[in-house]
C-alpha cells in the first residue's frame, strides 16, 4: 500500500486550517468593539472623558443619556481621539 497518497490530506488540511483561522481572526480584529455603558464616575466633564479615551470611542452617540457635563467630556474625549487617530479611507 502507497502511504504518501495518504499524506496528501494532512498536508493540505495543515495549510488550509491555518488560513482560515487567520482569516477569521482578520475579521473580528476589523469589526468595531461596542463600549459597555459608564457604570462608575459618571456625571463630570473629566469622568466622560476619560470613559471615551479608555474606550478608544469613534461614535459620540454613545455620551447621550448622562449629565450634560458628562457628554461634553465624551465628546472631547472623542474629537481628541479622531485627530490623534485620523479615520482612514478606502481600505
Known amino acids: 500500500m502507497n502511504h504518501s497518497n495518504l499524506m496528501i490530506p494532512i498536508r493540505i488540511a495543515q495549510v488550509v486550517f491555518p488560513l482560515g483561522a487567520s482569516l477569521s481572526l482578520l475579521a ?3 469589526a468595531p468593539l461596542a463600549v459597555a455603558p459608564c457604570s462608575d464616575h459618571c456625571t463630570t ?3 466622560g472623558y476619560q470613559w471615551a479615551q479608555n474606550g478608544n470611542m469613534t461614535d459620540s452617540s454613545a455620551c447621550k443619556g448622562y449629565t450634560e457635563a458628562f457628554e461634553r467630556g465624551c465628546s472631547n474625549g472623542i474629537e481628541d481621539l479622531n485627530q490623534l487617530h485620523p479615520k482612514q479611507q478606502g481600505f
Do not use: L, R
Request: net charge negative.
Open 28 to 30: 473580528c480584529a476589523a
Open 45 to 47: 466633564h473629566e469622568d
